[in-house]
């Protein structure tokens, strides 16, 4: 049985690296960092790698090939091997709107009505499935973050949406038409970036109305996974938190496209929403900087300093130092995403897959969890 993935945006960074290291990796390299090969008994309820078969759109042409020897993230040993379907695969055409980059908005070529794209895309998703014979077939979002929509977008019913297409309002951002495309094709969604489109509750009813699971959003890979862990234990402690202070130096093109305000509004919400929501109060000061530094490539830096008191009020802190591979450690995330949508299609599990929540800064319905509750959920799930 063959799975598909199409993956929005897959000549990036992290969707290039996950596409790649499935189609290179051994069992054994690909297990690493990988939440159902470490989660006892969650692996023989779900696919392999080797059962996927990928493909996507994007703004630039490049092979996956040629990108993974300019990205440098994964080994050279691992690049050196071979493999048929991987120099064989384009990306298609991309969807733009004026929330997307500067770069995106340069390289697009141009685009038709909204109601023309959404056909497009339906009729690409549709010969995908057909001409690989796949069972079923997951799209996930990794393209850049997207400037915020405006608020008659975040709060669109269906009827909104159909409206906002039939006009080709300017307002509907080009993540919508991905996930409505792959939404009334059939096929799972996963957002894995701070966008909005799986809060909107029009996407909701759509993913509802079309018996489809969704699944997001933003990624939980670095210093919000860590914050995840560490909340739960001044919690259980009590300990009580008087401030955190998050820097972040990544060289990677999210780097860039993160330094301007218009594109890091929504990471840094998602970022700043998760200790209050795991803590269950507020009061504390808490800043989060992300600065873009060219020498680190995908090799981001977190540092962390938290102060918080204990017995009689007395001050404490901790510093902490996060040297972590932002490609590395989301490529992993995003195979697993695909191997549980796969088994939601297979089980016909339909809308907001809540027990993915382990895996998203701000999961939608749930808000972030603690790390070992969001961990119990998705062991629950799978018993
Ligand atoms: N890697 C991580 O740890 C992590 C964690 C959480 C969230 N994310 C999010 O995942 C996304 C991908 O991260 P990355 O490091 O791979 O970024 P990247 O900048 O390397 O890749 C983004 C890709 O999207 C493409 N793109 C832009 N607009 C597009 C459109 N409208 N349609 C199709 N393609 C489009 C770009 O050309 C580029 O190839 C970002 O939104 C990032 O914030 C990443």
């Known amino acids: ?38 989660m006892q008994g969650l692996s023989r309820h779900l696919s392999r790698e080797s059962s996927f078969v990928f493909g ?15 990205y440098h993230i994964l080994p050279t040993e691992v ?19 004026r929330h997307d980059t500067m770069e995106a908005k340069a390289l697009a070529e141009g685009n038709a009505e909204h109601l023309c794209e959404l056909e497009r895309l339906k ?4 010969q995908f499935c057909q001409m690989n014979d796949l069972q079923t077939c997951t799209v996930v979002y990794l393209a850049s973050p997207l400037a915020l929509a405006e608020p008659a977008v975040l709060n669109a019913t269906l009827t909104d949406l159909k409206l906002m297409l039939e006009k080709n309002d300017p307002r509907l951002p080009s993540a919508i038409l991905y996930a409505y495309a792959a939404i009334e094709s059939g096929a799972a ?6 966008n909005i489109t799986l809060d909107v509750p029009g996407v909701q009813a759509l993913a509802e109305q079309s018996g489809v699971p969704i699944a997001g ?20 402690r009590n300990l009580r938190l008087k401030g955190w202070y998050s820097a972040n130096i990544l060289g990677n093109n999210d780097g860039i496209v993160l330094s301007r305000p218009e594109h890091r509004e929504l990471k840094m919400h998602d ?11 507020d009061g504390f000061a808490h800043a989060v900087d992300i600065t873009y530094y060219p020498p680190r490539g995908d090799s981001k830096e977190a540092w962390d300093s938290v102060d918080f008191t204990g017995w009689f009020s007395q001050p404490m802190a901790m510093k902490i130092d996060w040297q972590g591979r932002d490609s590395i450690l989301a490529a992993p995330l995003v195979l697993d995403l695909c191997k549980h949508m796969q088994f939601a299609q297979s089980k016909g599990s339909i809308g907001i897959q809540e027990h993915l929540a382990i895996y998203f800064k701000q999961p939608i319905r749930t808000g972030a969890l603690a790390f070992s509750a969001a961990a119990r959920r998705l062991r629950e799930y799978y018993q």
């Open 271 to 281: 970022k700043l929403a998760v200790l209050e929501q795991i803590l269950g109060y």
């Open 217 to 236: 959003r933003d990624g939980s890979t670095g210093q919000t996974l860590m914050k995840t862990v560490l909340a739960e234990m001044f919690q259980v």
């Open 1 to 38: 049985m063959k799975h598909g993935v199409l993956i929005v945006g897959m000549n990036g960074a992290t969707a290039n690296t996950t596409i790649v290291g499935a189609l290179l990796g051994t069992q054994e390299e690909l297990a690493l960092g990988s939440i159902t090969s470490g």
């Open 189 to 194: 969604f996963v957002d894995f970036t701070p």
């Open 79 to 97: 690049l050196s091997r071979s493999s048929p379907i991987l120099e064989s695969l384009r990306p298609m055409r991309a969807v733009i709107s």
């Open 56 to 70: 996507g759109w994007d703004v630039s042409s490049p092979s996956p090939l040629e990108l993974a020897n300019s």
């Open 123 to 126: 009729s690409e998703i549709a």
